[in-house]
């Protein structure tokens, strides 16, 4: 890395996919650190499920996401998803992880130890301008709403059921829309390595809900971090992960 650090402007990605579903991310993170955050355009409101890093204003960087109104959904609260929550009115969190969102406080959100003994060089391909892990701080964002397993988020022409996840965190959620199969999972089930020691992991919940995921059948998932994949690497991914756990 080096020089200033990359700029606002240059900041953020958005990546149409199929469905009506726009990756948005920070293209200069490393892909373990770097959150998907997944935009779904509905009728009669847009979902955004997860807000990255924010050190920069999501909003300001993709100023589009102000157009329309917006429910923003947290997957889970670790610090690379809930950065810039607490610029949308409407939120929603499960009720396990409210008080983190709440008050999110750098143990919480795993800020720290991720970012206070990390090296940006692991962390970033190049630092955003201005990089200060001592002044970086998330704000609270307290929840609108609370959604727990089988209840629904509406956009009037689709919805997405919420599907209780815990074991990489404990009010972690993914959101399946039946009609199309298309799955956010958060970072319950990504293509790349899960992270299973966090403070309040629990191993044993992780392989329960492994064990419900193997059951469904999503058309492609859209993944907390790492690339988006379909059914046959979804079986692939439940399987291995049940094998050796």
Same mark, same amino acid.
């Given at each position: 890395m080096g020089g200033v650090g990359i700029p606002?402007?240059?900041w953020f990605e958005? %990546? =149409?996919?199929?469905?009506g579903v726009t990756l948005i991310h920070e293209p200069h993170i490393h892909p373990f650190y770097r959150c998907n955050m997944w935009h779904v355009r509905g009728r009669d409101r847009d979902m955004l499920v997860d807000t990255?890093?924010?050190w920069f204003s999501l909003t300001a960087g993709v100023p589009w996401l102000k157009e329309r =109104?917006? %429910? #923003? %959904?947290s997957s889970h609260t670790h610090f690379d998803h809930i950065g810039s929550t607490h610029e949308f009115s409407d939120r929603l969190v499960h009720p396990a992880e409210a008080d983190i969102q709440a008050d999110p406080r750098p143990k919480w959100t795993l800020a720290d130890p991720y970012l206070t003994d990390t090296p940006a060089s692991e962390i970033f391909f190049d630092a955003p301008e201005g990089w200060d892990p001592a002044k970086y701080v998330i704000q609270p964002a307290p929840a609108t709403g609370l959604v727990e397993d089988g209840d629904s988020v509406d956009l009037g022409d689709r919805a997405f059921r919420v599907v209780h996840t815990p074991g990489h965190s404990p009010g972690g959620i993914a959101l399946l829309?039946?009609?199309t199969g298309i799955m956010i999972a958060g970072d319950i089930i990504y293509d790349g390595p899960l %992270?299973?020691? #966090?403070y309040?992991?629990?191993i044993g919940d992780y392989r329960a809900t492994m064990a419900r995921l193997r059951?469904?059948? =999503?058309?492609i998932v859209h993944g907390g971090h790492f690339e988006s994949f379909g059914l046959a690497r979804y079986r692939e991914l439940t399987d291995a992960f049940l094998a050796e756990h």
């Open positions: 606002l402007k240059d958005a %990546v =149409p996919m199929a469905d990255g890093l924010g =109104p917006i %429910v #923003c %959904v829309e039946e009609k %992270v299973t020691d #966090c309040h992991s629990n059951d469904l059948e =999503p058309s």
